[in-house]
């Protein structure tokens, strides 16, 4: 039986997607068989940041209204032979997602993978909602500063309260938290908020510290996971932070934006 | 020739400095009746019933009157006429909810207000036989930790989705974050709360609040009207304090007290904070 887990956060731009990618990536790379299903109906990123927006035929809309089968919808990742991505419609919305569809679905893949991941869109409406409601997990991103806090606390709330595990007592969502674009020089200079602050507002254990870091806008622009990238710091973070998902004791590395080098500096315009 | 307008001062303007009346919030409880069809005499018949039952627990109690599942009631219904039979009972109906907008404009025209539909909760008439009493406020004694508290928490979060449980007596107890956007009402009495309080939740009690941990939301208590009761808190980080309907907001409150154990209680009309030591 697979685990559902549900990457949200209330703020967008926070890096969710991005989350949803690496992590999925990672847990395909530990040998776990991972579907990536992209809950942002309308405003659909998740094919893009995986590289296969030009092979998607049919979608998840498409599956929850009966005109394809979930095998003709589910795209298999290149690179990796247990990573699945299930895209969404980019010409309908939000109002296409039925709870019943929704849950049919979540069934199925269920009974066909390790690990579900769903990438939840921004906001806490219809969406948001149904992403996170079938979960077992959480991953609330965030980023440390307060409107993102602020955010994320609104999600743990109904994470706690208005989730299908919530309302049948079947124990709760277990929140993970996911600092990302963390920047240790602005975080010194008090710009950014520390992580003690971060959770000594939210209060949920910590999977992992994604430093800012430009492999992430690279990773994106190719369709590759940056978790794939093994120069990338944020890449490294992800791995770690896909240890701990799975159980896994890993001491937390605190690491910054790469250092550019004195030659990369001179020229800091890449071709 | 030089003629500048004169100005009349009126005496009214300098005659008092004294505010004729204050502003205040205040919550109750309303009953709220769902109407299933429009009333017909059974419908009085099971009115005069239901008082017969407990005569003590609807006086003075504001009635709403649900008008979801109401179809025929229409437009012309007479609700002016329905609020004087009510009022021949002693009910007094303040308001509807659920109502089309005709069913609004009519009840309006008759002097009744549209209320937002609320949550709703079930009226304990079998315990209370009387109306309910303003418990008298002791604001000193510690709501003592319920043994048996641990239990109930996990009975209670079975049946509801929120961490609240009732301890022995009337306070209601709270372990875990209170998160942004929650709001928790203790309308028995006392509020505890065993955690912190995220910014932008809303702690409600009819008597204390108790926070042993930071308060960083708003905290109203004392909202039927008590104002002997107080607020407590491990850490003061709060937007907004209020008891029985008198406010202060986190730009007033001294700079010194930020982040300390402090309590807050009326004292002759203002609203004081001062430190725990």
Redesign the interface.
Known sequence: MAKVIVITSGKGGVGKTTSTAALGAGLAMRGKKTVVVDFDVGLRNLDMVMGCERRVVFDFINVIQGDAKLKQALITDRRLDNLFILPTSQTRDKDALTREGVEKVINELRNDFDYVLCDSPAGIERGAHLAMYFADEAVVVTNPEVSSVRDSDRVLGLLSSKTRRAEKGEGSVKPHLLLTRYDPGRVAKGEMMKVEDVLEILSIPLLGIVPESPTVLSASNVGTPVVLNQNSNAGTAYADAVSRLMGEQTEMRVLGPERRGLLQRLLWRTA | MNSSPRVEVSDHTQRSSVAPFQVRGRFFTAIVLQMAHAPDPAFFDAIDAMLAQTPHFYANAPFVLDLDRADDIDPSFDFIGLTRELRNRKITLIGVQNGTIEQNKAALHAGLITLPSGTDVLPETRKQNAAPKEDKPKPDKPVDENKNHKESAAKE???R???VAYANGTALLVT???????QIFAERGDLVVV??V????ELIARGNIHVYG?L?GRALAGVHGDSAARIFCEALDAELLAIAGLYKLSDAFDPSLRRQRVQAFLDDGTLRVESLK
């Open positions: 979060s079975r049946i989705p929120a961490p875990e974050p209170v998160r942004s956007g929650q955690a912190s995220s910014p932008g939740a930071t960083r």
